[in-house]
């Protein structure tokens, strides 16, 4: 709490006087040795019960367990010598007492509590005590994490090692102007982040490659980081320390070593207190920031009977008995997608860091061992991911594949074939990759609360993509989203996520109005307190269903008491929508809203509306209520800025986010919305638009559409519906145009007749599926041809259903001999009906009817995964050599320069197909355009005073392979290898240019790339 008081200080909320004076008070209310109450719930089996702010080293503890408040029965005891304890044996789901004592002669009690094991995904973990043999080991005692590490000997030691750094820093445990807190904060900690990157890798070189260079190196700036103070220092150098101390620790005389440990000391224990009473709570993904670097700290000072044995083996235990459980069993984050890979990678370190120094394995935790897939269900390759809260810029703007770089650092402790394969690794320590191709397609992720559902996770191209959200708070970077959804298809972004990610917009896209929710008299919902839970998922080959419910008489701001939404999922390519809302006022302003950040908007007609994108369009109907007044509007009413520095982004590149508001005025507090949506692949001949037909009945609602019905039943009455019967409080069912029940599934129903013949039945009221489930057939010798010959292995099968078109999909690997341009053609054998989608590595392309199932793509040497994906039978392909690069670039003096013009001015409207742009490093005012996926582009328009011979001159670009295009035509591919930053650049032949407008296009193919501006000289 105090630290938000400080940060509302900074901010000019509030006086310092108020800080104070909340301290003050919060001191005074603490008593020695009372006995404190706490009360707690975990999904362990085994509880983490704690007293350390009591605990006094050398005493031994009692503690009592009970399932009965009164200890009369269901009892155990256990003791303790430290300030925690966990049951040696797992505790079964309910709610337990208990009271810990000092083991003295007043059996003093410390403290008591109770707490309350969840029954759902009950984590039944428990691992041997931490060996703790750094304790009398001499320095240095970080050599094994070295050894593991990736710093290799081809590193430039020598010029690491003349680093030198500033004399004197800002010193933040001073007072400073608290309007420039913000921004003294933000370049502190760009100033000392690589400070401490070149400390730690000149160390860990140190201690791998035993090099006496890098021990001067260490102790120098080991006493330079020693004088560093404010604790906004905490993150980037304890760890530099910690390396740099254990490096030179055998160079240093006692005065020295005692002046490192010092501050060493006080960085570890502003760690160790800051995860203690961590504010944004346990999930927090710097949690577990501070985590990895207080057990580097700790391992270079602990020794026997030390306070810091002591809080190693209270972090390791609250980690593995309390923090991971927090996190749940499924791997997953309530962050964002974005955070579970920042946060993920600082579990993954901190778990490297506890099984190296202490012997705590805790990759055999179920959080570690699930982490891996998130990203899997989450951002299928080639499309936009699903994901709620903070992310990048925008929200929706991420594309799979993500998270690589810690989904690598987990596949060194978890061997996963899916994983491999969605990282685009072929083959690992003998585990050959494997496609998701034949595992459920959808998931409920109950931890976090959301559910995912997908018809294709081996290419988003081939996707359609639907998320749901309805869960409890956890911490500060989750949205106001309760009962929202994101609708992906195609590889296009249909129903987003809206909003930026950084502070200017934080308030916008925290808020409903930035999601696919509700609002109801201008009032959203409170993240914190309005929280939801999605009571049923049901999935099939054909259907998929879920549930989130909001019960509570302050929802809203008082406004709701009940909000219940049912999406109903035809998996054909409809989406269903009910909901049920309940207000504590008769007259109310009920806002359904919609998001979509494509180019041409939202189109309205009466009751419909239309998102058009790419390959895919979204169109929708409102049924009940059966009139509504349809508004678009801009969602963005102040300027977009960057992330961190407030300033404005370039309109041009800001996404085109519009808000689809249905608002519907009620005089009764009960309200139904009823919505149908279908999802048209533009590729399809057939994806004409299907009618929704509303059909009322007694106490129920049905929606007739192509075939299906999808029902709502809320009251779970008897209803009968063109030749069914059932209760289920919601049905989906397809009959066929000859009268045949083709497919049925139910939510919560004891039976369903058709035809009064019974289909179902049951005596307790359960889900139900009548579905066919998919067949798997070999794809026989497939086709992987490199320059004709045989060029690595692949396989494949076919994925067949009545409902569904044939699927084929081969998966391999691919060895190329050398960089260049390829291409790629369908194997003649292939029947496809549709496009065919390749992936290489982390690289796509698509072969379709138009360019004869033939495309080229930039491959750079080594062996590569590949993937084929395409409706019909495919059976391979052929892959051949090209050319390399036309142009090799290398720097040039400017002699006589016609145009100047900066990169940011480009032609082109935000999109995720386009470059993006950063801020330069040395000037936080102006941007550059940066590439950084295949196949991206940027156009500007150039003014051609007169014809000539014009060179093409970059500033700003560094490793790259590109294509470079003048009014459509290619002028060759160019290649630039170790430019200098801020150096000019030519980067193709001589341009004949006549006099006039000509439009440049930049399409990149790989390596490091970006552009500040560009010149033409003659």
């Not at 770089?405 to 394969?421: A, H, M, Q, R, T």
């Not at 990759?433 to 998931?443: G, V």
């Not at 582009?937 to 001159?953: C, F, Q, R, T």
């Amino acid at each position: 709490m105090i630290n938000n008081r400080v940060y509302e200080y900074f901010k000019g909320k509030i006086t310092m006087k108020k800080v104070l004076c909340e301290l003050i008070s919060i001191l005074l209310s603490f008593t020695a040795y009372s006995a404190q109450c706490v009360n707690f719930s975990t999904n362990s089996a085994f509880p983490f019960i704690e007293w350390y702010e009591k605990y006094e080293a050398g005493s031994t503890y009692v503690i009592d367990i009970s399932s009965v408040e009164d200890f009369s029965m269901d009892k155990y005891e256990g003791k303790s010598i430290d300030s925690f304890y966990v049951p040696e044996k797992a505790l079964k789901a309910g709610k337990w007492y208990f009271k810990v004592f000092k083991e003295d002669k007043k059996k003093a009690l410390i403290t008591e509590g109770s707490f309350e094991i969840s029954n759902e995904e009950l984590i039944k973990f428990r691992l041997p005590q931490a060996k703790l043999n750094l304790l009398t080991k001499e320095h240095p005692r970080l050599k094994s994490l070295a050894l593991a590490s990736e710093v290799n000997k081809d590193e430039k030691i020598d010029e690491l090692c003349k680093t030198i750094f500033p004399g004197k820093l800002i010193d933040l445990s001073t007072d400073i102007d608290k309007k420039e807190a913000y921004y003294v904060v933000k370049n502190y900690h760009s100033l000392l982040f690589p400070i401490a990157l070149v400390m730690e890798k000149v160390a860990l070189y140190g201690l791998k490659y035993e090099n006496t260079q890098c021990k001067e190196f260490c102790k120098r700036n080991a006493l330079f980081a020693a004088e560093l103070r404010g604790k906004q220092s905490t993150y980037h150098i304890t760890s530099a320390l910690a390396y740099c101390y254990d490096v030179a620790w055998d160079i240093m005389n006692d005065e020295e070593r005692a002046k490192v440990e010092k501050r060493l000391n006080e960085l570890k224990d502003y760690l160790f207190e800051s995860m203690f009473n961590w504010q944004h709570g346990i999930t927090h993904n710097l949690f577990w920031r501070r985590t990895q670097h207080f057990f580097i700290a700790g391992a270079v000072l602990v020794s026997p009977g030390s306070l810091t044995e002591e809080q190693i083996k209270y972090i390791l235990n609250m980690l593995t008995y309390k923090a991971l459980p927090a996190l749940g069993s499924q791997g997953t984050s309530p962050e964002s997608l974005a955070y579970h890979s920042f946060g993920g990678k600082c579990i993954v370190s901190a778990a490297k860091e506890a099984n190296e120094l202490y012997k705590f394995d805790l990759f055999k935790h179920p959080w570690l061992q699930s982490a891996g897939i998130f990203p899997v269900y989450c951002a299928p390759p080639m499309g936009y991911a699903i994901t709620f809260g903070d992310n990048w810029r925008p929200n929706h703007g991420m594309k799979g594949p993500l998270n690589l770089d810690f989904e690598k650092l987990l596949n060194k402790n978890i061997l996963n074939p899916y994983v491999f394969w969605y990282c685009g690794i072929p083959e690992h320590d003998n585990i050959k990759a494997k496609a998701p191709f034949d595992i459920p397609q959808s998931i409920f992720y109950r931890d976090i609360g959301w559910c995912v559902f997908n018809t294709c996770l081996v290419d988003a191209r081939e996707n359609i993509g639907i998320a749901f959200k309805s869960g409890k708070y956890f911490t500060s970077h989750q949205h106001s989203d309760q009962n929202s959804l994101i609708v992906n298809a195609f590889g296009d972004a249909l129903l987003v996520d809206g909003g930026y990610y950084n502070a200017n917009n934080r308030e916008y896209a925290h808020s409903s109005m930035a999601h696919n929710t509700l609002m109801i008299n201008g009032k959203g919902q409170n993240k914190i307190k309005d929280i939801g839970n999605i009571s049923e998922f049901y999935d099939s080959t054909e259907y998929g269903f879920c549930r989130g419910i909001m019960n509570s008489d302050s929802l809203y701001d008082g406004n709701l008491n009940y909000f219940e939404r049912n999406l109903f999922f035809v998996k054909e390519g409809f989406i269903v929508i009910c909901d049920f809302i309940k207000a504590n006022n008769e007259k109310n302003n009920l806002e359904w809203l919609l998001h979509s950040q494509n180019r041409d908007g939202i189109e309205v007609k009466d009751q419909s509306f239309r998102i058009n994108n790419s390959n895919s369009q979204l169109r929708g109907e409102i049924l009940l209520p059966e009139k509504t007044i349809m508004t678009v509007e801009s969602a963005y009413k102040i300027p977009v800025t960057d992330r961190y520095y407030n300033i404005p982004l370039p309109e041009n590149f800001v996404a085109n986010e519009q808000i689809l508001k249905c608002q519907t005025k009620t005089s009764q507090k009960e309200s139904l919305i009823l919505a149908g949506m279908q999802i048209q692949k533009k590729s399809l001949a057939n994806s004409e638009d299907i009618k929704f037909r509303l059909i009322k009945l007694p106490n129920a609602v049905a929606v007739e559409f192509n075939s299906y019905y999808v029902l709502f039943n809320k009251q779970s009455e008897h209803v009968k519906l063109d030749g069914i019967e059932t209760n289920a409080e919601s049905a989906g069912f397809k009959i066929s145009e000859n009268g045949e029940l083709e497919s049925v599934m139910l939510i919560k129903g004891n039976y369903f007749k058709f035809k009064n013949k019974d289909i179902f039945k049951s005596e307790q009221k359960i889900n139900w599926k009548l579905s066919e489930k998919f067949t798997f057939n070999k794809i026989n010798n497939p086709i992987l041809l490199l320059d004709g010959k045989s060029g690595g292995y692949i396989s494949g099968s076919l994925r067949k259903s009545k409902t569904s078109l044939s699927l084929s999909n081969l998966s391999g690997a691919l060895n190329i001999d050398r960089n260049g341009l390829f291409s790629i053609q369908l194997a003649p054998e292939s029947k496809a009906k549709d496009k065919v989608f390749v992936r290489i590595g982390q690289k796509g392309t698509i072969l379709s009817k138009e360019n004869n199932y033939t495309a080229s793509i930039w491959l750079n040497s080594g062996g590569k995964l590949i993937n084929i994906l395409g409706n019909g039978d495919v059976t391979g392909v052929t892959i051949n050599f090209i050319s390399s690069e036309k142009f090799t670039a290398s720097p040039y003096k400017v002699k006589n320069s016609v145009l100047n013009i900066e990169a940011i001015n480009t032609l082109d409207k935000w999109s995720p197909e386009k470059a993006q742009i950063s801020l330069v490093n040395n000037n936080l005012k102006k941007y550059r355009v940066v590439f950084s996926r295949e196949g991206e582009e940027a156009a500007w328009e150039l003014n051609i005073p007169s014809d000539g011979k014009y060179k093409l001159v970059f500033a700003g670009a560094k490793n790259a392979v590109f294509e470079i295009f003048v009014d459509g035509k290619s002028c060759g591919i160019s290649k630039m290898e170790n430019m200098e930053k801020e150096k000019t650049t030519m980067v193709c032949p001589e341009l004949f240019l006549e006099k006039g407008k000509h439009t440049l296009m930049i399409k990149y193919l790989d390596g490091l790339f970006f552009i500040d501006n560009f010149l033409l000289d003659l």
